[in-house]
């Protein structure tokens, strides 16, 4: 492939001057080159165009779900549901702490949600930041991964490892790139769908959208999407019978075991409009404006699971509100010398709940005596980068420069006064809780440059550089190599190695942000009171990230892959278990004087995650396709402390039998199959050993789906199908890795209509 292929595959009819040449090259639809002299058109043959993530990632650290394999295997509610099924990817919650047990989110490789990037249309979703971070590293948030309905997603990119540390900060695990599905000519698209489970212990989901798009001229497309979701919450009864067979003590004598709240619900409202002006064939600009709503339904649960009177009335109503709001101007520019991406976004959220408790054993649960709270969050993003194709010692070359700047500015007057008055001053914290500063911020510059160079024609290696620098901590370098080589037509190596890094969040970097605990949240050893500050000195997160693939694409679609990988996680965050300071004589406890035992946010020297994932499909005749992936992770360490980064299953195993019953009906057997979970063998919040009953495991368990979409002859599509067919059953006790509860046996049936 040539550079002058290269430039004529810029996505749009580009044409050199014809009083200069005499000729015309155009690039059609089909990616066909066209050759006009005069009145004679020649067609050359087709030719595949290569991306950086075609030529250098794909196969080894990307993973694409299309459009039509979420209409195939529906969601629930979250995209995180079919997201979990790629290789690499399970569900945890941020910390091996397993705190907010039934808010599992997106984990990449081990590394734990705060370390995936969520991107919609290329742009990051920052939401969650809102949410204040407890003691153990957990935040009472679903994440950022269900702000867009599955029916108006054209496709998710999941990107993985060393293919994902170019993005910036919150990417070492990986990135999840939700791409919407583009203004189209007049449509009108409406879809519902409605799932049931089998126990009336768990909730039902009801969801109904609409897409609608019009071309206001030959210029200008307008699109608006709406989207309304309830999942109701599961009965307050979800997990009593597992609570009935354990047995408890309290001090030494035999007492009634705890019972642990099942999933909560939520009700979703989307809107979103795009005005999308394309001026000629070589520019195109994008107006979006959303809103988003995400109320909760309460279902008795807290950071610590514990439960009250006035925590049981609540079930049933919302407790928090999560309302998201953005503007972005995105530019895509595709010329004869490459392409351009660039956007600005102004990302706004308003995080109201309930007051919580900040101390001790009330910590994260709802306090009856404490104010509602609301927390504003105010993000600016904006990007912008340029392709540029050239030759590099006489051989295809794409550079790539841009900049990034991220903007983030919390006002949360809550949580900075949540533990009142104190009786001291350390360092810039604030004794008095009226004078501390509920604005929080954090401004960081990027700039990166990278080269995708065709080396050979066998050889590709794709390096690349990034600077940040943040008005926090510093300053940092990071960026990798990535290569391919195409040992014969059928097997290809990969290689890849990358530092990538994360900025350390607002409330941990926040002085004033206090949490206390009168003793038994201390270190053993430490008489309390103690307190944990954040910590204005921490370093940004960091890790290298290693991977070595091969990747085989034979004869008759069989197509396989395997990849080791290893991360050397440097500078892991979290609340300090080490004493940072005394105040002597500060504190008082039940009317006798002790010291104030002070501790830090801190950096830990060393953490280490390392396994395989692989994947392999196959078309088994004209009408059957078989799937399969894995993903292995033996190594999974905290240095500091002997646990697991996270409570993910030592493997996974995803399989899946696509039957093309005719040309519209389609049936899909599927099935998850989960090796076991390890629970934490030191606590996340003391760094003490854990006690016997909380080193129990969770067993190995598979969850098979079958799924099924129908296509009649007017357009209708019908889907259905059962999930959990054979009602495997996970519990959430509380003990160990045993912090959630997996969705028994449910049905489920949508309808979708483009008119």
Known sequence: MTSALLVATSGAAWAQSEAETGLALYLSGDEEILIV???????????????YEDEVLQGLGTSTIGAQEIS????????????????????????ASGQRGNQRQIDIRGMGPENTLILIDGKPVLSRNSVKMGRAGERDTRGDSNWVPAEMIERIEVIRGPAAARYGSGAAGGVVNIITKAPQEDTFTVSAQYDTPESDLEGDTRRLNVLWAKPLSETLTFQLTGNYNKTDGDSADRNAEAAADETCYSNGAETPCRVYAGSEGVVNKDVKMQLRWEPDDFNRIDFDFGYSRQGNIFANDSQLGGSNDYTTSLVGTETNVMQRSTAALTHYGSYGWGESFSYIQYEHTDNWRLGEGASGG?????????????????????????DIWGELLGRPVTYTLGGELRYERIDDQGSIDARGDIDFDYGDTVSDASQRDPILTQTNL??????????????????????????????????????????NDAWTAKFGAARAFKAPNVYQLSPNYIYTTRGNGCPEGVTGPCYVLGNSDLEAETSMNYELGLAYSGANGFEAAI????????????????????????CEVNGNIRDCQIFQWENIPEAVVGGVEGSFTAPLSETLALSTNFTWMPISENKSTGNRLSLVP??????????????RWTVIPALTHYGRTQ????????????????????????????????????????????????DTSVDRTGFGAETYNEPGRAYYVGLSKTF
């Open 37 to 51: 002299d005069g009145d004679e058109t020649y067609t050359l043959d087709t030719i595949q165009v290569r991306s």
């Open 72 to 95: 195939e295997q529906p969601v629930t509610n979250d995209i995180s549901e079919i997201v979990r099924k790629m290789p690499g990817v399970n569900l945890t919650g941020a910390s």
């Open 362 to 386: 009330g910590e994260g649960q709802i306090n009856e005596n404490m104010e509602p709270t609301t927390t504003l969050l105010d993000n600016v993003t904006a990007k912008t980068e340029f």
């Open 446 to 487: 990027a700039y990166y440059g990278e080269a995708n160079w065709m080396a050979t024609d066998r050889l590709d290696i794709a390096a690349s550089a990034r600077l940040d620098w943040a008005d926090t901590f510093g300053s940092n370098i990071s960026g990798g190599i990535n290569a391919s080589y195409q040992i």
């Open 563 to 586: 990849t080791a990988f290893y991360n050397n996680y440097r500078n892991k965050i979290q609340a300090g278990t080490e004493v940072a300071g005394v105040i002597p004589g500060a």
């Open 650 to 663: 030592d493997y996974t195993i995803n399989a899946s039998l696509e039957w093309q019953v005719n040309d």
């Open 679 to 726: 629970a934490a063998e030191y606590s996340v919040t003391t760094g003490d050993p854990v006690d016997a009953k909380d080193l129990r495991d969770v067993d190995p368990y598979t969850i098979v789906n079958v799924s099924t979409r129908y296509e009649t002859q007017s357009g209708l599509v019908i889907t259905g199908g059962v999930t959990n067919l054979f």
